[in-house]
């Protein structure tokens, strides 16, 4: 904490320092742009060009040609003694600095740059370019700057005491050392939050901080320190393209954090557009146009921050706390970009102290915007959490509901069956009334006629009550389940056997088909699905069953690798087909076919409930299998599917 | 086949005693007349602690006992009965469709038959004359076995079933219950009339066809020469040649 309030006090003591040196001690600067930079080449100094003075900074911006700044050192009556001084010129990615300085008639040209080694030609201790220039001897003594390349022209130009130089240099290394540090450690937590999270906006954020990082060691020379495998040359050009990589992360970033609360298409176009601009100027700086990739990269940026808050604006999902912080996002990216420009163009004189302009600045390594995905992720986090805890509410409600509905169910089909338990008794009753009744009147054939039609009821009342108790069984029922190795075929024929008419139905049927079943529900959807087919077929056509096995060949392998018994396990699904031809006029509701109680209107008037094929779909369910239906040339087939 | 064959049904001069125990004062009245007049001799109670009241007056060897009573249960009452008189013929009849009902009737209860309502009347005669003739040891080792449950026919010496539709099933018991042993064409039409329909009795193509069906599956077996187990008899009906007692 004391170290960092000690380089704050040190940066804003050498801002005043360097400013009151300049103008007590005689020394002033200037610069000039050269359009014609084939004729600054070849040339001395060009002294006697228009120059226009500044202070320590001049913020020039894209600006074709070549800059030349002029150093004036000048005897002031009152001044100390006189003394050496270093010109300090910054920022490290000025591709080419050349100090013109004039000593004995002659122009001595010391050559610097980011194109050249670090500390080559000069006495700084950081990534700035130096020159130091004796004492003056004379009244007044002039040195050239020329400066040369393809990014913004936002040079910062100090002349300084061999004293002040080190502390200022020390002040910027601790800064820088301070950027990269943050910007690494950001860098580690950004990696170690996508591995863990795996989410879009953890990818997003890993790669604007890498991009950041790069950018950042990249312009301040750091990583042409680090790897000289590339000259220094090379790793300028590279650090361009950092420069454009950390805008598109940004884009992407942000992108990512839209995306899931559906922003417009035209947003979502905008930003591939962006990231497709991106990767040209990544290609033209490949291809050495620098200057023109950076000018596109500054219009992308802008674009990008427009698009973000008009991106904000128009998402369609996103919960109001989600579009406060997304907002704050846009708003903030837009800042940073005026500030930038600002700082570029040198635009606005009152927030000279805030604009961006430094490799070391501490709002370029990244915290800002580990800072908002932070309030991004928790507050996000908190509204997950809270639509979590609604969630899991609306299952515990639906779970209660269910089970209230599963009770009333049951209620249900213990009353049917109470019901049907108590209509049992009089039935019984009835019937053996009406049997004592016929035994009397034995003798009276007409009278005896007459009791036919008690006994049909009884017969049906006993058949309606059977099929729902089945149905409720079949539904709500918890007996045991016990099962018995059973042929199909043989069950097969024996419900065909049950039926007034056996000769309609004709058969297809694989004999060897047995399987580990419950007799009694496989009889249940035999009886059922039969009766079905037999009601609704047209008056004397034939009802055609077919019984296979579905994956029959594999099957059949596995009798021919077990010839004297069963194979260990049986994986052939057995398929039980009915079919049956129905009159055109009838129309039967397939999908409507396995609802209990439903009924086609034909058979409104024959005694039944509607129960029979949902019975032949509970207890196939129930037996592992499922059921289908179709409507093929009039032909109802109902195709009933067993494990 | 001879005569005495023919005489395998219920032909005790002393009329086999049954407890009826059924809480439904009409089905206690409806099953008490046709039981008296089918050759029964029948004592219904309400209850269970009125049956334990009869019991003391009087001993039983067949019982039909309803399972929903008031205060002790039929299968409660039945496994009482089956420790006491482990011979005895007990039947549970009710309205309980469930396996474990029958399961509990059948291991718990120890009961020989379990019908169920709305039961056909003469089922249950022939399923007490069935007890009734087991329980005097008459003409049952030369017996065929009518498995109800099962709906199966097995010889006498056990070593073939026949496997029986439902309708066949009937016609075996109502032929095996009547007189002679012999029914006449039109009350086995009447027997099975459409239960879906009106009510209209069996054609007697379709009962000649039962017949046919049925002798067809009798010339299967190869142990003997079955063909004359169903006869036809001139001007009458259909008569049953072979002696029959009930399993369930």
């Known amino acids: 904490m004391t170290n960092r309030l ?20 005689g020394i002033s600067t200037a610069y000039f742009v050269d359009a014609d930079p084939a004729a600054s080449l070849t040339q001395s100094p060009p002294v006697n060009a228009q120059y226009e003075t500044f202070t320590q900074f001049a913020d020039l911006g ?21 003394e050496a001084h270093v010109i300090r ?30 500390g080559e030609g000069g006495p700084c201790l950081d990534d700035f370019h130096c020159l130091t220039i004796p004492a003056l001897t004379d009244t007044k003594d002039v040195t050239y700057i020329r400066i040369q390349t393809p990014t913004i022209f936002n040079v910062d130009v100090q002349i300084l005491t061999r004293d002040e130089l080190a502390y200022v240099s020390h002040a910027r290394n601790r800064a820088l050392t301070t950027a990269v540090t943050i910007a690494s450690a950001l860098l580690l937590v950004a990696g170690m939050f996508a591995l863990s999270e795996r989410t879009g906006i953890a990818n997003a954020f890993l790669a604007v901080q890498s991009s950041i990082f790069l950018s950042l060691t990249a312009t301040s020379g750091l990583l042409a320190m680090w790897f000289p495998l590339l000259t220094p040359a090379s790793w300028a050009t590279v650090a361009y393209a950092t420069i454009v990589m950390r805008t598109l992360g940004l884009a992407f970033l942000f992108s990512a954090m839209l995306t899931p609360y559906e922003p417009a ?11 497709w601009l991106g990767v040209i100027a990544i290609a033209l700086i490949a291809i050495d146009m620098p200057g023109l990739a950076l000018r596109l990269n500054m219009l992308l940026i802008l674009a990008a921050a427009i698009f973000s808050i008009y991106g904000v604006l128009s998402l369609k999902t996103a919960p109001r706390n989600i579009r406060i912080v997304l907002m704050a996002g846009g708003v903030l990216l837009l800042l940073a970009i005026f500030l930038a420009i600002s700082g570029t ?53 639906l779970a209660s509901e269910a089970t209230l509905m599963e009770s009333a169910a049951k209620d249900r089909g213990m009353l049917v069956d109470m019901l049907a338990h108590e209509i049992k008794n009089p039935l019984a009753s009835a019937r053996f009334a009406a049997t004592a009744i016929r035994q009397q009147l034995k003798e009276n054939p007409v009278l005896s ?41 043989d069950l097969i024929y024996q419900a065909i056997e049950e039926f007034d008419e056996p000769s309609r139905f004709k058969t297809q049927l694989d004999t060897r088909i047995s399987r580990e079943v419950n007799r009694q529900w496989l009889s249940i959807i035999l009886e059922n699905i039969m009766r079905n087919a037999m009601t609704y077929a047209t008056p004397n056509s034939d009802v055609v069953i077919s019984l ?23 994986s052939a699904s057995v ?33 039944g409930l509607g129960l029979g094929l949902n019975i032949v779909q509970t207890a196939t369910e129930k037996m592992g299998g499922f059921i289908e239906s179709w409507l093929e040339d009039h032909t109802v087939i109902i195709e009933v599917n067993f494990p | 086949m001879n005569d005495s064959d023919n005489q395998w049904a219920v032909s005790s001069t002393a009329a086999p005693e049954v407890a009826l125990v059924e809480d439904d004062p009409q089905l206690r009245e409806g099953i008490c007349l046709h039981l008296n007049h089918n050759g029964f001799k029948v004592s219904a109670v309400n209850s269970a602690s009125a049956l334990n009241d009869l019991l003391t007056r009087q001993s039983f060897t067949l019982y039909v006992l309803d399972v929903n009573l008031p205060g002790e249960n039929g299968i409660s009452i039945a496994t009482r009965l089956r420790k006491a008189q482990p011979k005895a013929g007990i039947v549970i009849m009710t309205a309980r469709t469930g396996l474990t009902d029958k399961v509990a009737a059948y291991k718990q209860g120890g009961a020989d038959f379990y019908l169920t309502k709305p039961v056909m009347p003469d089922e249950l005669v022939l399923v007490l004359q069935g007890l009734a003739n087991r329980i005097g040891h008459k003409n049952i080792e030369n017996s065929w076995l009518l498995r109800l449950r099962e709906r199966s026919l097995q010889t006498p010496d056990g070593a073939e079933k026949l496997r029986l539709t439902s309708k066949e099933k009937s016609l075996l018991m109502a032929l095996a219950q009547a007189k002679d042993n012999t029914l006449s064409s039109g009350d086995l039409c009447d027997m099975f009339s459409d239960n879906d329909g009106n009510g209209a009795p069996m054609s007697k193509h379709a009962l000649e066809e039962l017949i046919t069906r049925l002798r067809r599956k009798f010339k299967l077996l190869t142990t003997g020469n079955y063909d004359g187990a169903v006869q036809s008899v001139w001007g009458v009906g259909y008569q049953l040649c072979i002696p029959v007692v009930l399993e369930d």
Request: aromatic content about 10%; charged content about 20%.
């Open chain 1, 265 to 275: 298409r035209a947003y979502l176009a905008a930003m591939r557009a962006v990231k």
């Open chain 1, 6 to 25: 000690r380089k704050l006090v040190a940066t804003l003591l050498l801002f005043f320092v360097t400013g009151v040196h300049a103008a007590t001690s």
């Open chain 1, 345 to 397: 163009f040198n635009l606005g004189g009152s927030v000279e102290s805030t604009q961006i302009r430094s490799t070391s600045d501490w709002k370029l390594s990244g915290l800002v915007v580990a800072l908002f995905i932070l309030w991004f992720v928790v507050t996000e986090n908190k509204r997950l959490e809270i639509q979590r805890m609604a969630e899991a509410q609306r299952l515990q409600l």
């Open chain 1, 575 to 607: 398929t039980l087909r009915v079919s049956n031809q129905v009159a055109p006029e009838n129309k039967p509701d397939i999908a409507a076919m396995f609802t209990p109680y439903y009924r086609h209107p034909t058979s409104t008037g024959q005694p």
């Open chain 1, 449 to 489: 006629d007459r009791l036919r039609p008690i006994f049909s009821s009884i017969n049906k009342i006993d058949r309606l009550l059977n099929h729902v108790t089945t149905a409720n069984k079949l539904s709500y029922g918890t007996d045991a389940e016990p099962t018995e190795m059973v042929n199909f075929s």
């Open chain 1, 548 to 570: 296979a096995l579905l994956g029959a060949s594999e099957e059949e392998e596995k009798r021919q690798a077990f010839p004297h018994g069963q194979s260990p396990r049986q």
């Open chain 1, 89 to 118: 010129v910054g920022p490290h990615q000025l591709r080419e600095v050349d100090f013109f300085f004039r000593a004995d008639n002659r122009w001595f040209l010391t050559r610097t740059g980011a194109s050249r080694p670090m």
């Open chain 1, 62 to 82: 894209f600006r074709k040609g070549v800059i030349w700044v002029r150093v004036v050192r000048e005897q002031t009556t009152g001044a100390p003694d006189p």
